[in-house]
């Protein structure tokens, strides 16, 4: 569970973050939604350490990371995994040797013990197959599930992933998305995703915190934003009318109205 | 950001990549990576330039030592002094300056704008101690054998082009070289050489470690490491022959 409290952090005069609480759950996807610029990224750069917010706390599992010493903080980030928006594989190395890395710099086992963790990782994200290859030679997709491969393999307690489907076809995102729900529940780790995406935060929105102009507008789980009538969230949420139609059809489904084909039950 | 900023985030810089190693197998590795990538990646221009400055020395020289009262022996004098003491070390490194020092450059900014560095930092690996050491070391290690082996082509060069101009025989060059050797040059090139080493490495892994924005930055702080890192070279020369000669 990581809980923050009160999160602040500006720019020169641009205020990004103005005092954003929260708890991310264990064993759920905790997604952070928002228009671009609301602060989504930044708060996620707070929650790993690559800022430091201005004020503010952020406890991981009762362990209060502002207050770490920089080596407490490289001990705990050996438990976090990220996935980046741009998958951020090194160029220079082959796929297998991305996701090796992390084993080769904190681990003493022996070689065959590392490929062997390689090749389990590289099963679970659908990827046998594709050791030798560079980041150069394989898809956006494939990238994005060698990252998630590289932030899996030390079996971690936290997994981070920003914006995991930018840039994807439709298809593909939902394979991203169930793939990060399935290791979620499979390992019981605490998924943080900053996502823009609506069919993630309809399919795996287990916890939601929806922000505007740095601030918490709205939490809930996916059901939730269905009924909810936040002027702001249903704007962001079903900004076309194809989703507003969406949105319709899942009310009257979840009233019992419309069956899953979207026929109407007459009582 | 003024020079103090920039000076005060090199320095920052520095200190923050001595810390102990997360694996110093891995970190061997990488070190000696830099080594090949830095020494041997740059040893066929070093050996072309080497023997060439080497070369048009000694024609330039007989061509400007026109007296005959002067002994011809007295060209491969000063060739072997021009070479250890100026060529062989500043040349050589402004050169390197601009093979080596964009490299390290364009390698950390390209790893900074696609977030590898910040991929790195969540692993709980000091980026600077990982990134920025193992390519100061490898330079600190293979540019003064560069120099050396510079200094020793320059000679060569300067010997080859002599006879084959009919300045002066192989004979007459080798024993001018043995005249008036003072082997404190060769002290004084190396100092040189270890501290343009520092330059040419840690000036552009500072660029490249502190780029923000795209690859139109990766290039304009890859340009800017390679002047800054010319400037300092000439500075820190005619600082060292001023207090060491």
Partial sequence: ?267 | MNFFTHFGKYLLMLKGMISKPENAKVYWKEFMHQCSDIGVGSLGIVCIISLFMGAVSTVQTAYQLVSPLISKTTIAQIVRDTVILEFAPTLVCIVLAGVVGSKIASELGNMRVSEQIDALEIMGINTKTFLVMPKIAAAIVTIPLMVILAMALGIYGGRLAGEASNILSADTYDRGLMQNFMPYNVTFALIKAYTFAFIISSIPAYFGYFVQGGSLEIGRSSTKSVVVSCIMILLADYALAALLL
């Fill in chain 1, 1 to 267: 569970m990581i809980e923050f409290k009160n999160i602040k952090k500006r720019f020169g005069d641009k205020v990004v973050l103005d005092g954003v609480s929260h708890v991310m759950e264990t064993g759920k996807t905790n997604l952070i939604i928002g228009t671009s610029g609301s602060g989504k990224t930044v708060l996620q750069k707070c929650l790993v350490g690559l800022f430091e917010p201005d004020e503010g706390e952020i406890i991981y599992d009762g362990r209060s990371f502002t207050d770490m010493s920089q080596e407490e903080r490289k001990l705990l980030r050996q438990q976090i995994g990220m996935l980046f928006q741009g998958s951020a594989l090194f160029d220079s190395m082959t796929v297998e040797e991305n996701i090796q890395f992390p084993l080769n710099m904190f681990t003493n086992d022996s070689n065959s013990k590392k490929l062997q963790r390689v090749n389990e990782v590289l099963e679970r994200v659908n990827l046998v197959g594709s050791n030798k290859k560079k980041p150069s030679e394989i898809s956006g997709g494939m990238k994005k599930r060698v990252g998630i491969a590289r932030a899996i393999v030390l079996n971690p307690k936290y997994l981070f992933c920003d914006e995991p489907n930018s840039g994807l076809d439709p298809k593909t995102s939902m394979v991203i998305d169930k793939l990060i729900k399935e290791l979620t529940t499979e390992y019981n780790i605490t998924t943080i995703i900053n996502t823009h995406d609506m069919n993630s935060v309809m399919e795996i929105g287990d916890n939601i915190l929806y922000m505007v102009n740095g601030k918490k507008e709205w939490t809930g789980n996916s059901k939730d934003i269905i009924f909810s009538d936040n002027k702001q969230l249903n704007e962001f949420i079903f900004a076309s009318e194809f989703l507003q139609d969406a949105k319709t059809m899942r009310m009257l489904e979840a009233q019992g109205k419309m069956d899953g084909n979207g026929n109407m039950v007459n009582k």
